[in-house]
Each structure stands twice: as structure tokens, then as C-alpha cells.
């Protein structure tokens, strides 16, 4: 019997849709625009109200955070936390950027850093 990656060892794979991404550059600035933004000591989360719908996300980790390795680590990070974290943030569209001390943090300092700035854009 064949099992998908997603059931192998008996785990469930948490999907990333394709509906809860944003893709273009006009979702972005639509964002950036917006004007509402929380900061942390390792990411910077601008958020924009919709009217209602799951909540999207999308990464802006520039070359200043570190090597490709490095930006793709800070990326999965972000995904799987905002995957946890998504259900008091519907409603909204949301960008993080990564600030360049990223890269040199600790996994537990990024994974508290992010779920301040979840909790802040929750109560906003």
C-alpha cells in the first residue's frame, strides 16, 4: 500500500494553500500600504483588514538577513508559526519581514518574537 508524504511515520503534513499566500507584488503593496504595522526585535508584521476570509500571508527576507539557507530556515519558521497562529488573524492580509538580525537568533528567540507580534496584530 502507498502512502502519501503527507502520512508517512504517521504524521499529518499541515498544508500551506495556495489561498493563504500572497503572490503579486500589487497584494504586497496593498499591505505595505495600508499603514498598520507591528514590530518586533527580529520581524516587522504589516497587516491589512479584509471584510472577511481566511487570513494571507506573505514573506518579504531579503539578502541582508543571511545566505539562502538561512532565509529559507527563517521562511518555514515563519509558515509553520503563522499555521498555528491563524485563527484569531482572519479577516486579514499580512506581510513579515525578517530584519537582518534574524539570521543570528536562536530558534526560541524567533519563535517568541513572532508570537508577540501574532498577539499584538490579534488585539489590533
Sequence with gaps: MHLPASR???????????????????????????????????????????????????????????????RNRLKRLVRESFRHKQGPLSGRDLVVVARGTAAQASRDQLVQDLSRCWQRVANA
Design 8 to 70: 508517512l511515520n504517521g504524521s499529518v503534513r499541515s498544508a500551506f494553500p495556495q489561498t493563504a499566500r500572497l503572490k503579486t507584488a500589487s497584494q504586497f503593496r496593498e499591505v505595505f500600504n495600508a499603514g498598520r504595522k507591528t514590530v518586533g526585535r527580529y520581524f516587522v508584521v504589516f497587516q491589512r483588514q479584509r471584510e472577511t476570509g481566511p487570513p494571507r500571508l506573505g514573506l518579504a527576507v531579503g539578502k541582508r538577513v543571511g545566505n539562502a539557507v538561512q
